[in-house]
Structures are given as structure tokens and as C-alpha cells.
């Protein structure tokens, strides 16, 4: 049971830090002009 718990908590912070990987790399897309799709305009 403890396993499964500590498991889904990693998940969690896993999920946290791809949300703020994403997050960063639509902003800094942003601001070298490109597309969030990371292809320059």
C-alpha cells in the first residue's frame, strides 16, 4: 500500500515538473519569435 502511495506522488511531482517544463519552453519559444511548435516564423 505504501509502495503504490509513494509511487503516485512521484507521479505527481512528475507531472508538476512536465507542466512547468512546458511551460517554459512555450515561453521561451515565445520570446524568439517562434511558434509554440518550437518551428521559427
Avoid: P, T, V
Amino acid at each position: 500500500m505504501l509502495k503504490i502511495k509513494e509511487f503516485s506522488k512521484s507521479q505527481e511531482n512528475l507531472q508538476k515538473f512536465a507542466e512547468i517544463g512546458n511551460l517554459l519552453f512555450i515561453k521561451a519559444s515565445f520570446s524568439k519569435g517562434g511558434r509554440i511548435d518550437g518551428e521559427n516564423l
